[in-house]
């Protein structure tokens, strides 16, 4: 299976408080702070690292994550316009295309939403 990325998007009803881990390339070491911001405050071009969590003022807070990812290109986040989100998967080492070059039968990883009241217990 060839895959050069997905098109999965994630369009929040309010443009609120957002707290992104903005990371400089795919292949960074994770090490970096979150920091506050708004959805439409996030440049376009910054790369979104998992999870992200998002306030969404009189319904709760989300954070997107993903799990079960095995020999699968790793999920990041960019800001596209306004409220939404677009999907941008890691792209391969060997500088093709594409993001995913594996036999099937194959199983994708989970996309994650986890909704809550409040972000911590």
Same mark, same amino acid.
């Given at each position: ?15 609120? /408080? ?6 400089? @390339? ?16 996030? %440049? ?25 990812? /095995? ?29 995913? %070059? ?17 972000? %911590? @217990?």
């Amino acid at each position: 299976m060839l895959i050069e990325n997905e098109l999965t998007q994630f369009v929040f009803a309010q443009d609120a /408080d957002a707290y992104p881990l903005l990371l400089g @390339s795919f292949q960074t070491g994770y090490e970096d702070q979150y920091t506050k911001t708004t959805l439409s405050g996030i %440049h376009a071009d910054s790369i979104i690292g998992l999870p992200l969590l998002v306030d969404q003022p009189g319904v709760g807070w989300v954070a997107i994550t993903e799990a079960d990812l /095995d020999e699968y290109s790793g999920l990041y986040l960019r800001h596209e316009d306004g409220r939404t989100l677009r999907a941008q998967l890691s792209p391969r080492l060997d500088g093709s295309n594409l993001a995913v %070059h594996l036999r099937t039968p194959l199983a994708s990883p989970w996309r994650v939403l986890l909704i809550a009241d409040q972000p %911590h @217990s």
